[in-house]
């Protein structure tokens, strides 16, 4: 069993990795460290709780961090999310607290007490908390088992600005610290999580399992789709994070390249851009392994197997 935490700004998609997570024997979910990115920090620490519950999951620690990215003011996504961040299926309020302790504390104090290499990192959102950890205590770097991460693109660009993926966009300092920190890195960025495509057929396929959970995630995708079908005429919405926890579970479900990739973080107008040496153009050292390819039929089974669990 692979000791986890995630950290996250729920977020639709957000919600089903932690579900996916929680539904996993594979895996254990020490905590939830939640960042500002989709919706302010005040909403996804909401969010993050609500979504534990949904899973009853109470006892799992939720942790409140950063709430704004290292150097800059912070860029939020509710025209893609909805104003609650989880807009179309609506949860009941959390009773479940926030913990007391700051996440950015609770990353360090857990990789410190745990045995070197055995938590790995899950960053769905913005990378401020983890680089925020990383800055203050730099003896965690070498304590990591892994991080491994959604973020960043290559062939497919931008989904923020034409040059920079969200969660890179948002807080480029901090990614550009993550990726030169000499971690074990993986990342799925947009060229793998746009060929990971919900469709309406699978959104009625678990509505039609007649499960709880299953019914509120259809909610969830189907406000999705809304958006990518009026923006960009798809049928499907990518599911970007639930990828971070699928290659946990499931590595052969996706394959990349281990490469150099840096991080824009002066151009007004690439700020953000992960320039990824997908070609080995450079002889700039492999800093992470980022993923290209992915089964989407063995994701999309992975995830109703797993949510019809819960
Ligand atoms: C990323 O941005 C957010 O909107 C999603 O939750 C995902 O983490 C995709 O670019
Ligand atoms: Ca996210």
Redesign the pocket.
């Known amino acids: 069993r692979r000791d986890i935490i995630i950290d996250?700004?729920?977020?639709?998609?957000?919600a089903v990795a932690i579900l996916l997570a929680l539904a996993s024997e594979e895996l254990n979910v020490l905590g939830l460290t939640c960042v500002a990115?989709?919706v302010p920090l005040e909403r996804t620490s909401y969010n993050a709780r609500q979504v534990c519950e949904l899973a009853g999951r109470a006892d799992v620690p939720v942790f409140a961090g950063c709430d704004r990215p290292m150097g800059r003011g912070l860029v939020t996504?509710e025209h893609?999310?909805g104003d609650s961040g989880l807009d179309g299926a609506p949860l009941p309020a959390p009773v479940m607290e926030l913990q007391s302790t700051h996440a950015v504390d609770f990353i360090i104090s857990a990789l410190r007490t745990a045995p070197p290499k055995t938590i790995t990192l899950c960053p769905?959102?913005p990378l401020t908390n983890i680089a925020t950890a990383l800055q203050r205590a730099p003896d965690i770097a070498e304590r990591i088992a892994q991080v491994v991460l959604?973020?960043g693109?290559y062939f497919e660009v931008g989904?923020?600005t034409p040059a920079a993926?969200?969660?890179?966009y948002?807080d480029p300092e901090a990614a550009q610290l993550v990726f030169r920190s000499g971690v074990d890195l993986v990342a799925a960025p947009?060229d793998v999580?746009h060929k990971a495509l919900t469709t309406p057929a699978w959104s009625a396929a678990l509505r039609a399992k007649n499960h709880p959970v299953c019914d509120v995630v259809a909610g969830w995708t189907e406000f999705f789709e809304r958006f990518d079908s009026e923006k960009y005429g798809s049928e499907g919405a990518?599911l970007?994070?639930p990828c971070v926890i699928a290659y946990l579970i499931a590595p052969e479900l996706f394959s990349g390249r281990r490469i150099n990739v840096e991080i824009e973080t002066q151009s007004e107008l690439t700020r953000g851009m992960t320039v990824a040496d997908w070609w080995r153009v450079t002889d700039r050292p492999a800093n992470a392994l980022f993923l290209g390819n992915i089964d989407a039929t063995g994701y999309f089974d992975l995830i109703t197997q797993r949510l019809a669990r819960l």
């Open positions: 996250t700004d729920p977020g639709q998609d957000d990115g989709n996504a893609v999310h769905l959102g959604m973020g693109a989904n923020i993926e969200f969660n890179i948002v947009l999580t990518p970007h994070d």
